[in-house]
């Protein structure tokens, strides 16, 4: 049976070593480059026709995207709709994928979750600097 608490627990520490729970924008940013790296996974494993891989890892995207859709704040309106459109048209492309891969359909998803993390990316900076606060490590840099 699928355990989804532990996989997402999984996505969340990984997220952690690099990411204070506090730092709930911060965090969102390292969920989507996880998404795009395991994306990245995903294409190698199918190239080298390892299935159970393949199935494993886009099993995790699955998880994490719809973690992602069901945490949206249904309050800031249209913004919260389209990304929720994006949400479910990213999850029918990733669900397709299990039984009829396309690499047209992975790198669409790819293309994307990318361009939502680029886009929370400049939003995050914008934010930290209007608040006047030091910058931090880049995203996927070890704080010590």
């Known amino acids: ?37 395991k994306l990245d996974l995903v294409d ?14 886009l099993s995790k995207i699955e998880r994490m995207v ?7 704040d249904r ?3 249209e913004l919260t709709e389209n990304l929720s459109s994006l949400y479910l048209y990213v999850l029918k492309n990733l669900r397709s994928l299990h039984l009829d891969f396309s690499e047209a359909k992975l790198k669409e ?7 939502l993390l680029d886009g929370f990316k400049k939003a995050y900076e914008i934010e930290k600097k209007g608040k006047g606060e030091a910058p931090q490590a880049k995203i ?3 704080r010590v």
């Open 1 to 37: 049976m699928f355990n989804s608490s532990r996989k997402v627990t999984s996505a969340y520490f990984e997220a952690e070593s690099v990411v204070d729970f506090e730092d709930k924008p911060r965090l969102l940013l390292k969920i989507y480059e996880v998404i795009v790296k």
């Open 44 to 57: 190698i494993a199918n190239r080298e026709k390892d299935f159970a891989r393949k199935f494993t890892e």
């Open 66 to 72: 719809e973690i992602l859709h069901s945490s949206l």
């Open 75 to 77: 309050s800031y309106g």
């Open 109 to 115: 998803c790819k293309h994307i979750i990318s361009s």
């Open 140 to 142: 996927g840099e070890r």
